[in-house]
């Protein structure tokens, strides 16, 4: 369940639906973002600018009243009465609390000689102080600065609430937004992937050998190409392979009719070949050497026509099987007893091993496993017989060259020979081949390897009883 569940979060759809809340998440973040700094901008200009028109036009008002130089009753009363001044500095002179203007703010309106504000912060709450010169007329009727400055404080905490409260709906916006993208980006990677799936499914279906399968065709987009091809190759495919399949059948069938022709021939021939065995004794020269030619010859063309015989009842589902419970000591020495190996073979035949056999094909296995070491390898040639878990383990060794590593993983292939210099040799290159199937249809398995001080060395290993 946890590795599906991983698999899941690994896969494509999960990926396409990460990346589409990413990029919900971004941009609800970068436009919640950007809106807030345009009205925190747009909100805290407007009340600048309305604070200081109000501020210029107050002052500009009250200026040709004021009696310059002014004495600090005269500074007293004109913060008093004038609205939005909270404090008026001359020289030395200061009425009101002074405190909350900052100094750099001062600097500039006496520098400056003009309107000039600062935000601050006072105990948490945003305010805005405005400073500006009272500007008199001299003789020449030119405004020149009077000396005189006066200072507002305006608290922003409504604007910074209005907009608090704007940024607030934006992350109520988002919170609403980014579930809802994750909801359709879920929704439209499954459109997406939809085909994907399909083609996958179909993929498998060609895998198991189902070369009918085909892919519907919706719409004309890339999906529906990829759809049309995958037929248009599963066609090729099925076509292709069918061909393979009906040669493959008649060769088979070419090889089963050849071989039971040559049954009939072979049978007169081998009866012939016994007369000559007899007479062989008495002749001399030539004709003793051909009549033994003749002879072996005839045995072996006889073993391959057997041998092929048999590897056409395996590829047509024909092979039969008799299993009945045995001692596997026992049988395999029956093998070596039939063949006059008991005195090239070393065996250790532990009795008490039973398994459920067919005796004519594991006598097969057998016979085609110890005759390849002793064609092949060199003495000593071993057959050991052993119990290993639920197995019966039979294994063959000998004190050959072994088996090249280029060889191994042809040993079972059939017409297979090592060397070219035994294309005359006994063997039929089917032997192997032979003995794998039968291994098989026991259920069992056989491993073909080299033994580490030297030598070829073959494991049967057949489900056993005890």
């Known amino acids: 369940m946890i590795r599906r569940l991983l698999a899941r979060l690994r896969g494509i759809r999960a990926r396409l639906v990460l990346i589409i809340t990413l990029v919900a998440v971004l941009a609800t973040v970068g436009a919640t973002g950007v809106n807030y700094v345009t009205a925190r901008r747009t909100v805290l200009a407007a009340t600048q600018d309305q604070v200081m028109t109000r501020l210029r036009d107050a002052v500009d008002a009250a200026a040709p009243a004021i009696t310059m130089p002014p004495d600090q009753d005269s500074l007293t009363e004109l913060v008093r009465t004038l609205p939005g001044v909270a404090a008026a500095r001359y020289g030395k002179l200061s009425a009101g609390p002074a405190d909350f203007v900052p100094a750099e703010l001062a600097e500039r309106v006496r520098a400056e000689q003009r309107l000039v504000f600062q935000r601050v912060d006072s105990s948490g709450v945003p305010a805005l102080v405005v400073g500006m010169p009272v500007l008199t007329t001299d003789t020449n009727f030119t405004r020149v600065p009077s000396g005189l400055e006066v200072y507002g404080w305006y608290s922003l905490g409504a604007e910074q609430h209005q907009i608090s409260e704007f940024a607030l709906n934006g992350w109520r916006t988002a919170a609403v937004a980014v579930p809802l993208a994750v909801v359709l980006a879920w929704l439209a990677a499954g459109a997406v992937l939809r085909p ?217 292939a059939r017409f297979y020979k090592a060397d070219t210099a035994r294309s005359r040799s006994e063997g039929s290159g089917l032997g192997l081949s032979i003995a794998e199937k039968n291994a098989g249809l026991h259920g069992g398995t056989i491993e073909a390897g080299n033994n580490p001080g030297g030598g070829a060395r073959f494991v049967l290993r057949l489900p056993g009883r005890w």
Do not use: C, Y
């Open 196 to 412: 994907v799936r399909r083609l996958r499914d179909g993929a498998r279906q060609l895998a198991h050998g189902r070369l009918s399968t085909r892919l519907p065709e919706r719409g004309g987009d890339e999906l529906a190409e990829l759809a049309r091809t995958f037929n248009e190759s599963a066609a090729s495919l099925e076509k292709s392979v069918g061909e393979l399949r009906r040669m493959e059948a008649d060769a088979r069938r070419f090889v089963a009719d050849v071989s039971h022709e040559l049954r009939t021939p072979l049978a007169a021939m081998t009866a012939v070949t016994e007369v000559l065995d007899e007479e062989a004794a008495r002749l001399q020269g030539d004709a003793a050497t051909a009549t033994r030619l003749v002879s072996e010859e005839t045995r072996k063309l006889t073993r391959l026509v057997d041998d092929l015989i048999e590897i056409s009842r395996f590829d047509n589902g024909r092979a039969r099987m008799d299993r009945r419970e045995a001692d596997l000591g026992e049988l395999i020495a029956a093998t070596l007893r039939a063949r006059q190996w008991t005195e090239r073979v070393e065996a250790d035949l532990p009795p008490g091993i039973i398994a459920a056999v067919d005796a004519r094909r594991f006598d097969v296995i057998v016979a085609n496993l110890v005759g390849n070491a002793l064609r092949h390898g060199e003495p000593p040639v071993r057959v050991r017989l052993s119990a290993s878990g639920a197995d019966a383990v039979v294994e063959v060794t000998d004190h050959g060259p072994g088996l090249p590593d280029d060889v191994l993983p042809h040993v079972f």
